[in-house]
């Protein structure tokens, strides 16, 4: 069964004190690895797809790297607008999407 | 593009009553999902569809939960009859290759 653990559960950051958030995961046959943001009261808004180990991709003040077993999101100088859940999730050979428990950002000025 | 479309937004129902969400996906898209989202257990999946035709059931809790899908623009999830301990944000996304897009969700609150 495919599993995705995310820490921390919850990080506080000042504005500008970047930090990394992590992604463990364990699939059988990777075909996808996905960061979501979420807003209270709002669906999952899709920010990257990683397919394969060493792949990066980044957007703005987010990069997103992969590895065997892991994922890192990485976020550069954040600002309180950053703010959100980021969820990660997998999809294997299953061909479904299995979401860990997501890290509650919190960015103060 | 108007993305996922579901509705109600926000669902408050008698413990017993039947309840059904429903989902617009976007169009051209040809896989469904219906996730429930609480704050123990996360996103989990409840059903998928590909082409129309459901895919993977395992995640629906019982067989008080149903779900339909006509055509390719429209999907239902039904819960009859509902109980408290359904009360959750249910979201409807869909998707074309690997990337899935989810609406806004419902949020179903059962008294």
């Known amino acids: 069964e495919d599993q995705v653990t995310q820490s921390p559960e919850a990080l506080r950051l000042q504005e500008g004190e970047s930090s990394s958030l992590n992604c463990s995961y364990t699939v059988s046959g990777l075909r996808g690895l996905f960061w979501y943001r979420q807003d209270p009261g709002k669906g999952p808004e899709f920010l990257f797809t990683l397919y394969s180990a060493g792949e990066e991709k980044e957007k703005e003040r987010l990069k997103a790297t992969l590895t065997k077993k892991e994922s890192f999101l990485h976020i550069t100088a954040p600002k309180p607008e950053d703010s959100a859940t980021y969820l990660c999730a997998v999809t294997g050979t299953a061909s479904k999407l299995t979401f860990g428990t997501g890290t509650r950002l919190q960015v103060t000025l | 593009d108007a993305g996922v479309i579901q509705s109600p937004r926000h669902e408050v129902t008698e413990m017993g009553q039947e309840v059904t969400l429903r989902c617009k996906p976007i169009?051209?898209?040809?896989?469904l999902f219906w996730y429930r989202q609480t704050m123990m257990r996360g996103l989990e999946l409840l059903i998928y569809f590909n082409n129309n035709v459901p895919i993977d059931d395992s995640g629906m809790p019982e067989d008080r939960f149903s779900a339909k899908m006509p055509n390719a623009s429209f999907s239902t999830l039904k819960i009859q009859p509902s109980e408290p301990r359904d009360s959750a944000v249910y979201f409807c996304?869909?998707?074309?290759?690997?990337?899935?897009?989810f609406g806004q969700g419902t949020r179903l609150t059962v008294v």
């Open positions: 169009s051209g898209h040809n896989s």
């Open positions: 996304a869909s998707s074309l290759q690997f990337t899935i897009h």
